[in-house]
Nanobody
Framework: VQLQESGPGLVQPSQTLSLTCTVSGASITTDYYWSWIRQTPGKGLEWVGAIGYVGSVYYNPSLKRRASISRDTSKNQFTLHLTSVTPEDTAVYYC???????????????WGQGTLVTVSS
């Protein structure tokens, strides 16, 4: 299973961060949590949210008002949107396949290499 994050590396404050995860080697309609986590400078990994195999979505309560996760099964992709970003949202964002939620480690499951998103004007 391989996952690849894509999206802009620089987002202006108050704008929306959008990242897409393209999955190969497995279908996102299989029974896993297709997840987003992030690592902010100086902090550990933070679970952002996940979309389940039937399309149910789950979010970190601290991000729930700003985060949304959707999917395109025809492209085998799922997407994270995070609105009203601030510099505190600067992080390396990872997408992955997990067997539970929340998840705060990339040591289990399959994860992409991560992509740095910087929030700055």
């Amino acid at each position: 299973v391989q996952l690849q994050e894509s999206g802009p590396g620089l987002v202006q404050p108050s704008q929306t961060l959008s990242l897409t995860c393209t999955v190969s080697g497995a279908s996102i309609t299989t029974d896993y949590y297709w997840s987003w986590i992030r690592q902010t400078p100086g902090k550990g990994l933070e679970w952002v949210g996940a979309i389940g195999y039937v399309g149910s979505v789950y979010y970190n309560p601290s991000l729930k008002r700003r985060a949304s996760i959707s999917r395109d099964t025809s492209k085998n992709q799922f997407t994270l949107h995070l609105t009203s970003v601030t510099p505190e949202d600067t992080a390396v964002y990872y997408c992955g396949r997990a067997t539970q939620r929340p998840v705060t480690t990339t040591s289990r499951g399959y994860w992409g290499q991560g992509t740095l998103v910087t929030v700055s004007s």
